[in-house]
C-alpha cells in the first residue's frame, strides 16, 4: 500500500488503517516517558514518574466528574488525574535487579502502585521464561534470529497489563506488543468461544499454549482458516444481496413490517447492474460490463442513534486519522499520519468499551439484518470527524494483504452519516460521478469487491470524503470483511 501517493491532491491514497490500532489505540495506559534508568530503579529512591493513569481516557472521565462517581476504580485506575498517587513503592535489592535484567528483553518496565506485587511476579515469570524457554541451551523454540529479535516488550507497562490481565483480555495487541511479559499463554483462556476453535485446530492437536516468543511469526500465530469455513460472500452472493435489499426496505413498500430493532428506512439506487436472468454467466468480464450498485438508505438511524455514537466517540477520544503504513517483521502494519487524510476517528472497540454498548449493538445488528453478513464480520465502528478544511482524498477501502489473511478482505462498506452539514463533505465516487451528501441518519452502501469474484478488488468504487467548508462533519465506517474479522483481529491476525 503506497502511502506516499496521499501528498499528492488528485494521488490515489491507501485504505485506511484497520480497527486493531497498534500502535496508539486501544493501549495506550499510560504515560510514555523514558525511564531514567539509574534514578528509577535504584533501592531505597522513588521513581518520580510512578504514579500512572492506565487509560488514555482518565483525564477526560476526571473532568466528567468519575473520581468522585466511580472512585473504587478511578482511584487505582486513574490515579495520576484523580491525584490519588499511592504511596511510593520502595524497591528492594531483588526488585532492582529483577528491572534490570528484564530491561535486556525490550523496555526498561515501570512498577508502581497498587499491582506492584503482582508485577513484580510477571517479571520473574518473564526472565524465567526468557532464559530458560526462550534462550536456554537446549531451546526446542526455532524461529529466525530475526523473529527472534522482535520478541521484545516495547511498552514501559507490558509487566504491569500482563498483571491486569491484559494477555487474556486483549492477546491480538499484547502477543505482539509485550511477548516476554506473557510468556505462554493457554490456549483455552484465549478462546473462550468454542465456534472460534476452527481457526486453530492444528496448534490444539500439537500443543495447548501459545508460546508467545513463537507467535510473533504470523505463520505460527494465524494458520490459514480452514476450508469449511463460510464466507460472508459467496460468487453472484453480492448482486442478490443487494437485490434483496432494495426488495425487503420497508420505507419503499408499506407491505413490509418494520421488524425488530429496524427503524422504517428506504432504499434509493444511485448504481447499479441490469438485472441478471437465473442461469447467467457469473464472471469478472459480465460483472465489468455493467455498473456497479451503489445505495443509500434514509432513516437508517434515529436521530437519537446518531447522538450517542458521536457522544461514543468523544468518550472513546477522537484522535487524527492514520493511514496503512508498512508491514511490519511480525506481519501487523504501521499506521500512519498522511497529507491524503485529515480528519480525526475514534475506534467504537471493546477495549474502549464502546463496541457493546447498546447503541452500536443494535446498529451492528441491524447492519446484518439487512446485509444478511454477520456482525463478528464488521470491524468497529470507526467514527469520524471532520472540520471546515478537512477530507480524505480519493482512496479505496480494500486492503490488499488482508485478501489472504484469515479476516478475507473487506467487501462492503457501511458508511453512517450522524449529523447534518452545513456545506462541503459529500462522499464523492469520481469513476461513477456520484456525490452523496450528509445526511442525518443516512446510510451508504458500496462493494470494494465483486459479484463474481468477493476477493477480487472492484477499483471502480474508489472514493473521496470532500472538503467540509461549513459545520462539522460526524460519520461512521463499518467496514464488513468477507469472514470472520473479530476471532481474526483477537488473535492478531488481520
Ligand atoms: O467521510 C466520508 O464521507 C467517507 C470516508 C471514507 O471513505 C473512509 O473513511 O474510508
Ligand atoms: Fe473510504
Same mark, same amino acid.
Given at each position: 500500500?503506497?502511502?506516499?501517493?496521499?501528498?499528492?491532491?488528485?494521488?490515489?491514497?491507501?485504505?485506511? @488503517?484497520?480497527?486493531?490500532?497498534?500502535?496508539?489505540?486501544?493501549?495506550?495506559?499510560?504515560?510514555?516517558?523514558?525511564?531514567?534508568?539509574?534514578?528509577? +530503579?535504584?533501592? %531505597?529512591?522513588?521513581?518520580?514518574e510512578?504514579?500512572?493513569?492506565?487509560?488514555?481516557?482518565?483525564?477526560?472521565?476526571?473532568?466528567?466528574?468519575?473520581?468522585?462517581?466511580?472512585?473504587n476504580?478511578?482511584?487505582?485506575?486513574?490515579?495520576?488525574?484523580?491525584?490519588?498517587?499511592?504511596?511510593?513503592h520502595?524497591?528492594?535489592?531483588?526488585?532492582?535487579?529483577?528491572?534490570?535484567?528484564?530491561?535486556?528483553?525490550?523496555?526498561?518496565?515501570?512498577?508502581?502502585?497498587?499491582?506492584?506485587?503482582?508485577?513484580?511476579?510477571?517479571?520473574?515469570?518473564?526472565?524465567?521464561?526468557?532464559?530458560?524457554?526462550?534462550?536456554?541451551?537446549?531451546?526446542?523454540?526455532?524461529?529466525?534470529?530475526?523473529? /527472534?529479535?522482535e520478541?521484545?516488550?516495547?511498552?514501559? /507497562?507490558?509487566? =504491569?497489563?500482563?498483571?491486569?490481565?491484559?494477555?487474556?483480555?486483549?492477546?491480538?495487541?499484547?502477543?505482539?506488543?509485550?511477548?516476554? $511479559?506473557?510468556?505462554?499463554?493457554?490456549?483455552?483462556?484465549? +478462546?473462550?468461544?468454542? /465456534?472460534?476453535?476452527?481457526?486453530?485446530d492444528?496448534?490444539?492437536?500439537?500443543?495447548?499454549?501459545?508460546?508467545?516468543?513463537?507467535?510473533?511469526?504470523?505463520?505460527?500465530?494465524?494458520?490459514?482458516?480452514?476450508?469449511?469455513?463460510?464466507?460472508?460472500?459467496?460468487?453472484?452472493?453480492?448482486?442478490?444481496?443487494?437485490?434483496?435489499?432494495?426488495?425487503?426496505?420497508?420505507?419503499?413498500?408499506?407491505?413490509?413490517?418494520?421488524?425488530? %430493532?429496524?427503524?422504517?428506512?428506504?432504499?434509493?439506487?444511485?448504481?447499479?447492474?441490469?438485472?441478471?436472468?437465473?442461469?447467467?454467466?457469473?464472471?469478472?468480464?459480465?460483472?465489468?460490463?455493467?455498473?456497479?450498485?451503489?445505495?443509500? =438508505?434514509?432513516?437508517?438511524?434515529?436521530?437519537?442513534?446518531?447522538?450517542?455514537?458521536?457522544s461514543?466517540?468523544?468518550?472513546?477520544?477522537?484522535?487524527?486519522?492514520?493511514?496503512?503504513?508498512? /508491514?511490519?517483521?511480525?506481519? $501487523?502494519?504501521?499506521?500512519?499520519?498522511?497529507?491524503?487524510?485529515?480528519?480525526?476517528?475514534?475506534?467504537?472497540?471493546?477495549?474502549k468499551?464502546?463496541?457493546?454498548?447498546?447503541?452500536?449493538?443494535?446498529?451492528?445488528?441491524?447492519?446484518?439484518? @439487512?446485509?444478511?453478513?454477520?456482525?463478528?464480520?464488521?470491524?468497529? =465502528?470507526? +467514527?469520524?470527524?471532520?472540520?471546515p478544511?478537512?477530507?480524505?482524498?480519493?482512496?479505496?477501502?480494500?486492503?490488499?494483504?488482508?485478501?489472504?489473511?484469515?479476516?478475507?478482505p473487506?467487501?462492503?462498506? =457501511?458508511?453512517?452519516?450522524?449529523?447534518?452539514?452545513?456545506?462541503?463533505?459529500?462522499?464523492?465516487f469520481?469513476?461513477?460521478?456520484?456525490?452523496?451528501?450528509?445526511?442525518?441518519?443516512q446510510?451508504?452502501?458500496?462493494?470494494?469487491?465483486?459479484?463474481?469474484?468477493?476477493?477480487?478488488?472492484?477499483?471502480?468504487?474508489?472514493?473521496?470524503?470532500?472538503?467540509?467548508?461549513?459545520?462539522?462533519?460526524?460519520?461512521?465506517?463499518?467496514?464488513?470483511?468477507?469472514?470472520?474479522?473479530?476471532?481474526?483481529?483477537?488473535?492478531?491476525?488481520?
Open positions: 500500500v503506497n502511502v506516499e501517493e496521499c501528498t499528492s491532491q488528485d494521488g490515489e491514497c491507501s485504505a485506511n @488503517v484497520a480497527a486493531v490500532d497498534f500502535d496508539d489505540g486501544d493501549q495506550d495506559y499510560g504515560e510514555e516517558e523514558d525511564q531514567e534508568e539509574e534514578e528509577s +530503579i535504584s533501592p %531505597g529512591t522513588n521513581d518520580e510512578g504514579c500512572i493513569d492506565t487509560d488514555e481516557r482518565c483525564s477526560y472521565w476526571a473532568e466528567s466528574g468519575e473520581c468522585d462517581n466511580n472512585p476504580y478511578m482511584h487505582i485506575y486513574c490515579a495520576l488525574s484523580c491525584d490519588t498517587c499511592p504511596e511510593r520502595v524497591k528492594t535489592e531483588e526488585e532492582v535487579q529483577l528491572l534490570r535484567e528484564v530491561a535486556q528483553y525490550g523496555e526498561a518496565q515501570k512498577v508502581e502502585g497498587a499491582e506492584s506485587a503482582n508485577t513484580f511476579e510477571v517479571i520473574r515469570k518473564t526472565l524465567d521464561y526468557m532464559q530458560n524457554v526462550v534462550y536456554a541451551e537446549d531451546s526446542t523454540i526455532n524461529l529466525s534470529p530475526e523473529i /527472534l529479535g520478541c521484545v516488550n516495547r511498552e514501559s /507497562l507490558c509487566a =504491569f497489563w500482563a498483571a491486569i490481565g491484559e494477555c487474556q483480555a486483549n492477546p491480538g495487541y499484547m502477543k505482539l506488543k509485550c511477548a516476554p $511479559s506473557c510468556q505462554t499463554v493457554k490456549l483455552h483462556d484465549l +478462546i473462550q468461544n468454542p /465456534l472460534r476453535f476452527h481457526y486453530y492444528a496448534l490444539i492437536q500439537s500443543n495447548l499454549f501459545f508460546r508467545q516468543c513463537e507467535m510473533i511469526d504470523i505463520n505460527n500465530r494465524c494458520p490459514p482458516l480452514s476450508d469449511d469455513v463460510e464466507p460472508g460472500l459467496l460468487p453472484g452472493g453480492l448482486n442478490a444481496m443487494f437485490e434483496r435489499i432494495v426488495a425487503t426496505a420497508p420505507g419503499n413498500n408499506t407491505q413490509i413490517e418494520v421488524a425488530e %430493532g429496524m427503524t422504517n428506512y428506504s432504499v434509493v439506487v444511485h448504481s447499479r447492474p441490469a438485472p441478471v436472468e437465473g442461469d447467467a454467466v457469473i464472471s469478472k468480464e459480465v460483472d465489468l460490463e455493467q455498473p456497479p450498485w451503489l445505495i443509500t =438508505f434514509n432513516n437508517f438511524l434515529t436521530d437519537e442513534e446518531c447522538e450517542t455514537m458521536i461514543l466517540g468523544h468518550e472513546s477520544v477522537y484522535e487524527r486519522s492514520k493511514d496503512v503504513g508498512a /508491514l511490519q517483521a511480525d506481519g $501487523s502494519y504501521d499506521s500512519v499520519e498522511s497529507n491524503g487524510r485529515t480528519s480525526e476517528n475514534a475506534w467504537c472497540s471493546h477495549q468499551k464502546c463496541r457493546n454498548q447498546d447503541v452500536p449493538k443494535r446498529i451492528h445488528e441491524r447492519i446484518e439484518l @439487512v446485509t444478511g453478513i454477520k456482525a463478528n464480520h464488521s470491524e468497529d =465502528f470507526q +467514527i469520524l470527524k471532520y472540520e478544511g478537512q477530507f480524505y482524498r480519493k482512496h479505496h477501502d480494500y486492503i490488499e494483504l488482508q485478501a489472504d489473511r484469515q479476516c478475507g473487506r467487501i462492503l462498506t =457501511f458508511f453512517l452519516y450522524l449529523n447534518d452539514v452545513e456545506e462541503g463533505g459529500a462522499t464523492n469520481p469513476l461513477l460521478d456520484i456525490a452523496v451528501k450528509p445526511k442525518k441518519g446510510a451508504v452502501l458500496w462493494p470494494s469487491v465483486l459479484n463474481s469474484d468477493p476477493k477480487s478488488k472492484d477499483y471502480r468504487t474508489d472514493h473521496e470524503a470532500q472538503d467540509v467548508i461549513k459545520g462539522i462533519k460526524f460519520g461512521a465506517n463499518a467496514w464488513l470483511h468477507l469472514y470472520d474479522y473479530m476471532a481474526a483481529s483477537e488473535m492478531g491476525c488481520t
